[in-house]
């Protein structure tokens, strides 16, 4: 079983829906991260977590929303989805305890915004 | 906010080439990481470098910290067809957010 597991893995909606994608973690991480991927753009984070309750903003929050109710899941929340929207998401966590910010990430969440 | 310049953007190789990609920044880092992408999963941790002028293999791959701490480099020996991904580099800025930042890929194809 994965350690960083997102759902849906693909998902299709219509302009003005109201999405949530899911992430859950196994490896007893305390901080969350939900990073959003497009061609030629690298990785960039919309929002983090470092503990339960915890809810900071990314580079590109706008949009979007979070919650973070337990240690082990984090969502991600599209109030009325938009089609510059469509992309490739990716939950991660990191240990606070180890030395630097090392991320492990899902296999993440294709979403297509028609 | 902070950016790394990571190039080449792609690379087209044939099998048995030595790759090599960089990254670079304005910014003093205490941390370089880098990960590669297989299509449809995500980044993958592959070598994690913590002080200037390291340098720290697994397998055939070969990572730097630069000695000027603002640049990272990445070789490949021999090329083999699954090193075909997205080769992202990330840091953490010495001073600055704990949080790491992404450049933007390299893009490796590699013809059998």
């Known amino acids: 079983d994965a350690d960083v597991t997102q759902t849906p893995r693909n998902r299709i909606t219509k302009t003005g829906k109201r999405i949530m994608l899911e992430c859950s973690q196994t490896?007893?991480?305390?901080?969350m991260y939900w990073y959003r991927q497009d061609p030629g753009l690298g990785l960039r984070l919309i929002y983090y977590?470092?503990?339960?309750?915890?809810?900071n903003k990314g580079e590109i929050s706008d949009g979007y929303s979070v919650s973070r109710q337990a240690q082990a899941k984090f969502s991600l929340s599209l109030e009325s989805a938009i089609p510059n929207q469509t992309a490739l998401y990716f939950c991660?966590?990191?240990?606070?305890?180890?030395?630097?910010?090392?991320?492990?990430f899902g296999s993440g969440t294709q979403l297509s915004v028609l | 906010g902070q950016q790394l310049n990571q190039s080449p953007q792609s690379m087209f190789i044939q099998e048995g080439e030595d790759v090599s990609m960089n990254c670079t920044s304005s910014?003093?880092?205490?941390?370089w990481l880098w990960y590669k992408q297989d299509p449809g999963e995500g980044p993958v941790l592959l070598i994690a470098?913590?002080?200037?002028?390291e340098l720290t293999s697994n397998g055939r791959l070969t990572a730097q910290f630069g000695t000027t701490r603002k640049d990272s480099f990445l070789n490949i020996s021999a090329s083999i067809p699954s090193d075909v991904g997205i080769y992202f580099c990330?840091?953490?800025?010495?001073?600055?957010?704990?949080?790491?930042?992404f450049g933007k890929g390299t893009k490796l194809t590699v013809n059998p």
């Open positions: 991660a966590t990191s240990d606070r305890s180890s030395p630097n910010e090392k991320l492990f």
């Open positions: 490896k007893g991480h305390d901080r």
């Open positions: 977590s470092f503990d339960v309750k915890d809810i």
């Open positions: 910014s003093i880092f205490n941390t």
């Open positions: 470098l913590y002080k200037a002028g």
């Open positions: 990330a840091g953490q800025v010495e001073g600055g957010s704990e949080k790491l930042v």
